[in-house]
């Protein structure tokens, strides 16, 4: 490996962050600031004035289209990349404010809710990604737990539903009633 460095690859007209730009709102200069969600361009007369750009991507940037129209107004929808992640909205922004989560749709476990008796209970998950179990009678129902729920009744009490609960000792079979929670044979 050679010991020399080529200057080239230094020089200031060659780096993209070096264009001088100019504030839309007051004319100023814009300088890069850095705040703790990354750096930004900032006005050079702030605190007169407070114009900002984002350097990053993560602004709603567009990542595929999708060949679908909105159910709001008709224009396509777009996968867009947000700065809390992945996002499906309306070509039509700002005029038209659809979104939607890419994330699969619930997902049905066919088992009555034995709360209420009119509902079923759903998959869904916390905001911290963890996956339970709800009534879709939701606000009206509460009925929520975290195991998978099985098909059955319970030995000792006889409510209408079991979960299943992993151990070391290999899965087993428990009640669902926060009261009981034998565990069944």
């Known amino acids: 490996m050679s010991g ?3 200057d080239q690859l230094f020089s200031a007209h060659e780096h993209a962050l070096d ?3 100019t504030c839309p709102k007051c004319g100023s200069k814009l300088v890069i600031r850095n705040s703790k969600r990354g750096p930004f361009w900032g006005c050079a007369a702030y605190p007169v004035c407070d ?20 159910p709001d107004c008709g224009s396509e929808l777009l996968l867009r990349q947000g700065r809390y992640g ?6 039509g922004y700002p005029d038209c404010q659809h979104i939607e989560s890419p994330e699969k749709k619930a997902e049905d476990t ?6 209420c008796g009119k509902g ?4 869904r998950k916390s905001r911290y990604g ?15 737990i975290n195991n998978k729920p099985i098909a059955g009744e319970c030995q000792s009490c006889g409510f209408g539903l079991l979960i299943e609960k992993k151990l070391a000792s290999g899965t087993k079979q428990q009640c669902a009633d926060r009261k009981c929670h034998a565990y069944q044979e």
């Open 4 to 6: 020399k460095i080529n």
């Open 19 to 21: 264009q001088e730009q």
């Open 51 to 70: 114009y900002i750009k984002s350097l990053s991507q993560n602004d709603g940037h567009i990542v595929k289209y999708l060949g679908k129209p909105c």
């Open 86 to 91: 992945m996002f499906i909205g309306c070509d």
């Open 110 to 115: 066919k088992l009555m809710c034995p709360e």
């Open 120 to 123: 079923h209970l759903i998959e």
């Open 130 to 144: 963890k996956v339970f179990y709800a009534c879709d009678q939701y606000p009206s129902c509460r009925f929520a």
